[in-house]
C-alpha cells in the first residue's frame, strides 16, 4: 500500500489522518464535484464527476510551526484536484489523497544543513 493510500478520506473523531500521520480538523477540509470537460460522448458533461479538495491550513489545528511552513511552500489553502475516472468516488479519492500528500510534503521540516 502506497503512503498516498493510507490517508483517511473520512474523518474520525472529528479529524483526518493523511498518511504522515498529520491529524487536521475536519472543518479544515473541504470538497465541490464539477463537471468534467472533454470529450466523453452521451454522458459528456451531464455528470458532477470532477472533484476539488481544499484544506484551509489556518484551521487544520497544525502547531504553528508547521502551518506556517506549509503556507511559506504552498500558500494559507492547499487545492488538488481530479477527473481522471468517470467515477465522482474514485475522484473524490485521487484528490483527497494528492492534497493530503501536498500538504504533508509542504510540512515536512527542511534538510538539515
Do not use: K
Not at 500558500?75 to 468517470?86: H, L
Amino acid at each position: 500500500m502506497s503512503p498516498a493510500s493510507s490517508s483517511s478520506i473520512e474523518p474520525v473523531d472529528g479529524c483526518y489522518t493523511t498518511a504522515r500521520g498529520r491529524r487536521l480538523a475536519a472543518d479544515a477540509v473541504s470538497w465541490v464535484a464539477t463537471r468534467s470537460g472533454g470529450p466523453g460522448g452521451q454522458h459528456a458533461n451531464t455528470s458532477d464527476t470532477a472533484v476539488t479538495v481544499s484544506i484551509d491550513v489556518a484551521r487544520t489545528g497544525l502547531p504553528e510551526v508547521v502551518r506556517r511552513r506549509i503556507e511559506a511552500a504552498v500558500g494559507a489553502v492547499v487545492t488538488a484536484g481530479s477527473s481522471q475516472s468517470r467515477s465522482q468516488w474514485r475522484n473524490r479519492q485521487l484528490a483527497w489523497q494528492e492534497a493530503f500528500a501536498r500538504l504533508d510534503e509542504a510540512a515536512a521540516p527542511p534538510a538539515p544543513p
